[in-house]
């Protein structure tokens, strides 16, 4: 398969095909698989097992949070789901596809296509000379999608960001930064959207309104992976994984 | 917060449709790759994007200005050496030698047609108008009356040249046309000005003025070019005296009487300070031309001709010669240089994603590859990198102007060079893309913690090394220098040796110095703070120091060598020169010179005898005066196995028998001429009895591959006159108090010997100016690794100042952290100030012996320790120390500390 040939058909964030739910997903089936995935690193010439027999489903339309200490191989799951790493082995599937063996350029366009990423800080999830509405048109356009306007106001209206649609990021708190980092990652309607501590960096207020918007946003039929030491985060999300030394320790 | 929002786990939820099958075209709407991205904000808008990051924007603009300087630098330097080339033997001959001349033998009388068409074949040619000139081939008698009524005659030569008249001293002046006297000749046949001369048996001509014979006036530049008619300067021709006629009409006037032969030369002045190797040969093809249209051909020896006119054929081929022997060396020097631009613009390249980072990893992230980010990069960069290679162009256009060889290159030369800078850009951009690129694609695409590839581990400058070493061998099967029809040319393996042998050395030292780092610090870690900083920054990056490290040396080592084998040259072929003449000059003349206090304040006396004979070997024995021997002549300990005081010790020690002490010193050194001690030479007719005193390897004043004796003047009995005998005034100092110290005996000086006549200087040109363009290259390098340091200090700046927020937290000093940085950077730099100098006496040790220009000529050559370059290159460490570090911490000043520990680094 050619890196291009995913096509992740959209919703209403991205063009409708009337499913409701991204191309490649039958929301009865998990967005994300992960089975007995492996990974190692080298620190110098020492062997470091980030992951060990990682088993998980995560479901679309729903938000998974990844939990453990630092080190506990929550960063290194993300990469994996993000497409920017590959397991040492075991299996990845994404919206049906199996992705542990993909080239780099394929996972590039899985990236492209079929997965939101959402980085701690919330400014560097915005490029710091587009506005918000130039933001999402970017985003969905990397994506293959037309930037609708109507779905780009819905978006606004959904994550309450409708008087900030002409607002350069510097014009945005930490929280709007972060809401609208989420809206670009959903915008084309991908399989996943992956976080990597998406509140840490956020007040209490702002980590909420946040949180909210992450919970608006998974009608949609995203399905969302977050991962967290925030407790908050951990309360809302509709499935868990905790890992420890790279193990799965509790899972549901 | 409320946990149930969006819909329940579980519930299930419109269907998707199914994945499309492989190949089948999927539905899009917007551009997202390939040439699409190139509408999107983050490319359309990427010119202008450049301008947020004004660090980036002067770090590309320098890059490409060096990049473009070293590139194009090597064209215009090679244009302006043969220049200068040019200029130099122009400058050495007579002012109208570089004229454009044709000529043609005569033997009739020249019609104003011939004149005409003379005229009309230079102008034609594109030749400015020509003034013309009538040099005698052979005299003419003319015939004067004496106030004894005798009829004195005398075989005269006739000049002509329009205002000839113009450049002598008049002693009397009488009609306007005739022929013009020196008065030893108008005494000698007994006329005065206005009166008539007879020209063979019936003409007769007026006598238009007398002058003062041009061989008792300082030679005019005017009459430089025709010195050959008035001064015995060839030594074998009969001198007749110089008439001067005053047009055409009278020289018609005297072959109407007289059978006589004339070369008519038409001479068009140009130029010559301006001359560059292309418009030279433009002008000799428009010569060329202007012989075709006369209908004649051009002589074969220009050269040998009335002397200077009409050399410029001769003067261009040698130029072209000196050009052609510099290309080689220069070309991989310049090579050498755009190379490690090209790096420098990598790092440029690689600072562009360290400052754009954010935008990188988030469009990377989104699935935008390394091609369109590299792209991006070109996009923002390209303006700034293109402005940088016009400067760059510009800088060495004024580089090679300012510093020379001359301020004057090919018309053409700018024009290549702005080509050559041109395709250096279209590299450099090519490299920063992928340098970009690879930067972009390590933002998200690299496994982290993967095993380290094994072309990391391998120590590739052991390539390097072993390329150096052979073209060491090479080298010393071959020349180092090779004349080529009396031109030096440097071996292109002098350049590449060092280079290579230097690039792998600092980087294997580097290398060894790195692993040895950690332990080297360890101990001074625990005794002072800003030692512990600096060597806590050092080792926490190892890779960046010795890149760094590396760079450093290589300017410093690249620098010390060219001006080490410069000075070593320049110092081995003044010896040479010094050994031949003895002094700085040697004003010689047949007469006898004696010893006065003139004599003394000038230099010494020495007596040369030349046809001296040792059991029927010639050979040649200098009588010197040993008190004021050694004030005067060139003595270095380098090249002599014993010291000259000893030596002329031993010339005034008495000996049995009245036997004279003498030195001898052999045809080739190493070899000795007498195996006995007792000698006895023929001078001429008379014999002396000499005694073996010393043998010394060399002894100064040796100008013939011939043994020679020295002995002490005063202890030389009376020596037969036709022994050869030269008497010589060497001196140290200036040539004119020697020159009237000789003069105020009554002496003759038939020749003066000085540094310049042993050797043609322009013909060496080559050797300093290929070591002036490798100085120029470490300069360059030097560039380099300045831009490469503040690069460094750019890149770490961001953790830097984290480090020295959080230290200031713990009670950190400002003093103590500009001294960590001192201490940081010092070490590099005196490290690489270290290295740098060992590499470079290494190499030239290894080479400096293979460098001898003319080794039938002794010394050997003589090694030189470049100490200006040295003193040089350590004040430059100190100054970028502490300019780095005043930067660095001035950056850290304008830290704001509470934004710092809130961002984290």
């Known amino acids: ?252 | 917060m409320a946990r149930a929002s969006g819909p329940p786990a579980g519930e299930p939820l419109p269907a998707a449709t199914p994945p499309r099958r492989p190949g089948a075209p999927g539905r899009r709407s917007g551009p997202r790759r390939g040439a699409g991205v190139w509408l999107l904000p983050p490319w359309s808008r990427a010119p202008l994007l450049a301008f947020r990051a004004p660090a980036v924007i002067l770090a590309v603009l320098g890059a490409a200005a060096i990049l473009a300087c070293a590139s194009s630098s090597a064209g215009l330097f090679l244009s302006s050496a043969g220049a200068e080339a040019l200029h130099r033997m122009a400058a050495a001959d007579c002012p109208d030698a570089t004229y454009p001349t044709i000529q043609g033998y005569s033997e009739e009388q020249l019609t104003p047609s011939v004149q005409e068409q003379g005229r009309g074949s230079m102008t034609g040619a594109g030749l400015p108008g020509p003034y013309q000139v009538l040099a005698p081939e052979s005299p003419i008698r003319l015939t004067g009356r004496a106030a004894s009524g005798s009829a004195p005659d005398a075989a005269v030569n006739v000049f002509y040249r329009q205002d000839a008249v113009d450049h002598v001293r008049v002693l009397s002046r009488g009609p306007a046309r005739g022929l013009w006297l020196p008065d030893s000749l108008a005494s000698s046949l007994g006329v005065r000005a206005g009166q008539q001369l007879r020209l063979g048996k019936a003409s007769t001509i007026p006598v238009a003025g007398v002058y003062r014979e041009l061989s008792r006036e300082p030679v005019q530049p005017y009459w430089c070019s025709y010195a050959t008619l008035f001064a015995n300067t060839g030594g074998s021709i009969v001198l007749r005296p110089l008439v001067l006629a005053t047009d055409i009409g009278t020289v018609n006037a005297v072959q109407r009487a007289q059978l006589y032969g004339m070369t008519n030369y038409w001479v068009s002045p140009i130029d010559p300070t301006r001359l560059t190797l292309s418009s030279a040969r433009a002008l000799n093809d428009k010569q060329a031309a202007a012989y075709r249209a006369f209908g004649s051909s051009p002589p074969d020896d220009l050269a040998s001709r009335l002397s200077g006119t009409g050399q410029l054929p001769v003067f261009t081929e040698q130029a072209g010669l000196i050009r052609s022997g510099l290309r080689a060396p220069v070309l991989p020097i310049a090579l050498g240089g755009t190379l490690l631009a090209l790096l420098l613009i990598g790092a440029a390249g690689s600072y562009w994603a360290d400052r754009r980072a954010g935008e990188v990893r988030l469009l990377s992230a989104r699935g935008v590859g390394p091609a369109a980010l590299a792209g991006k990069a070109v996009a923002e960069l390209a303006a700034p990198a293109a402005v940088g290679t016009l400067l760059g162009w510009l800088a060495a256009g004024w580089l090679v102007r300012s510093l020379g060889p001359s301020r004057y290159v090919d018309p053409g030369a700018p024009a290549r060079a702005l080509l050559v800078a041109g395709a250096a850009l279209v590299a450099g951009l090519a490299l920063l893309a992928l340098v970009a690129g690879r930067r972009a694609r390590a933002a998200t695409e690299v496994t982290i913690g993967a095993r380290r590839g094994r072309l990391a581990a391998v120590p590739w400058e052991l390539a390097l090394l072993a390329a150096a070493g052979g073209c060491y061998l090479a080298l010393r099967r071959g020349q180092a220098v090779v004349l080529t029809r009396g031109v030096a040319q440097v071996n292109l393996l002098v350049v590449t040796f060092p280079l290579l042998f230097m690039a792998g050395s600092a980087v294997l030292l580097v290398r060894l110095l790195v692993l040895a780092l950690p332990a080297a610090l360890r101990r001074p870690a625990r005794r002072w703070p800003a030692w512990y900083l600096a060597s806590r920054r050092v080792t926490a990056a190892r890779l960046v120091t010795v890149i760094l490290l590396a760079a450093a040396t290589m300017p410093i080592a690249v620098g010390v060598y060219a001006a080490g084998l410069t000075q070593t040259t320049q110092y081995t072929l003044d010896s040479k020169a010094r050994l031949f003449v003895g002094g700085n000059s040697s004003i010689n003349s047949v007469d006898p010179l004696r010893r006065t206090p003139a004599t003394d304040r000038a230099g010494t006396v020495v007596t040369r005898y030349q046809y001296a004979s040792l059991d029927g070997q010639r050979v040649i024995v200098l009588a010197i005066d040993p008190d004021t021997f050694a004030a005067t002549t060139f003595w270095d300990r380098r090249y002599a196995d014993q010291p000259l005081a000893t030596l002329l010790d031993r010339l005034r020690q008495p000996s049995a028998g009245g036997r004279v002490p003498a030195l001898v010193v052999a045809a080739d050194a190493g070899h000795t001429p007498v195996q006995d001690d007792q000698l006895r030479i023929t001078l001429g007719h008379s014999t002396e009895q000499l005694t073996v005193a010393g043998v010394p390897r060399l002894f100064p004043g040796r100008r013939l591959p011939l043994p020679m004796l020295v002995v002490d003047a005063a202890r030389l009995g009376q020596v037969d006159p036709h022994a050869g005998t030269v008497n010589e005034l060497w001196t140290r100092g200036p040539v004119d108090p020697a020159q009237a110290a000789v003069v105020a005996q009554g002496a003759r000086i038939f020749d003066i010997a000085d540094l310049v006549t042993v050797f043609n200087v322009a013909n060496f040109l080559g050797i300093s100016w290929t070591f002036g363009y490798l100085s120029a290259l470490a300069a360059l390098v030097g560039l380099v690794a300045i831009g490469g340091l503040l690069l460094y200090l750019e890149t770490r700046q961001r953790s830097r100042i984290a480090a020295y927020a959080l230290g200031r937290r713990m009670g950190l000093t400002r003093a103590t952290h500009l001294r960590s940085l001192l201490a940081e950077l010092g070490t590099l730099l005196i490290t690489a100030l270290v290295l740098g100098t060992g590499l470079a006496a290494a190499a030239v040790l290894l080479v400096y012996r293979q460098l001898n220009v003319d080794p039938d000529r002794p010394p050997a050559p003589l090694l030189t320790v470049p100490t200006a370059a040295l003193i040089g290159a350590g004040i430059i460490v100190v100054v970028i120390t502490a300019l780095a570090a005043a930067y660095a911490q001035r950056a850290a000043d304008r830290t704001n500390v509470a934004e710092v520990l809130r961002l984290g680094a």
């Open chain 1, 1 to 252: 398969m050619e890196p291009d040939d995913f096509d992740w058909t959209a919703g209403p964030l991205g063009g409708s095909d009337g499913s409701g739910g991204p191309t490649g997903v039958r929301l009865a089936e998990p967005a994300a698989v992960c089975r007995t995935v492996h990974k190692t690193y080298m620190i110098g010439d020492k062997e470091i097992e980030a992951l060990i027999d990682v088993d998980k489903e995560f479901p679309a339309g729903r938000v998974s949070t990844i939990v453990g200490p630092s080190g506990s191989g929550k960063s290194s799951l993300l990469r994996i789901l993000a497409c920017m790493d590959r397991p040492s082995s075991g299996s990845v599937r994404i919206g049906g596809h199996e992705v542990s063996s993909l080239g780099t350029r394929r996972r590039r366009a899985l990236r492209r296509t079929a997965v939101g990423y959402v980085f701690q800080n919330p400014v560097d999830n915005l490029i710091e000379y587009l506005d918000a509405t130039a933001q999402l048109k970017l985003a969905a356009k990397l994506r293959g999608r037309p930037a609708v306007p109507a779905d780009l106001e819905r978006l606004f209206d959904l994550l309450g960001l409708s008087h900030r649609a002409s607002h350069l990021p510097v014009q945005l708190s930490g929280g709007e930064q972060q809401r609208l980092a989420f809206a670009c990652a959903v915008i084309g309607r991908p399989a996943i959207v992956v976080a990597d501590e998406p509140t840490a960096e956020l007040d209490s207020a702002s980590a909420d309104r946040v949180l909210q918007a992450v919970h608006d946003l998974r009608a949609e039929g995203v399905a969302f992976l977050l991962s967290s030491h925030d407790p908050r985060v951990v309360a809302t999300a509709d499935h868990l994984l905790r890992l420890e030394h790279g193990r799965v320790v509790e899972s549901w």
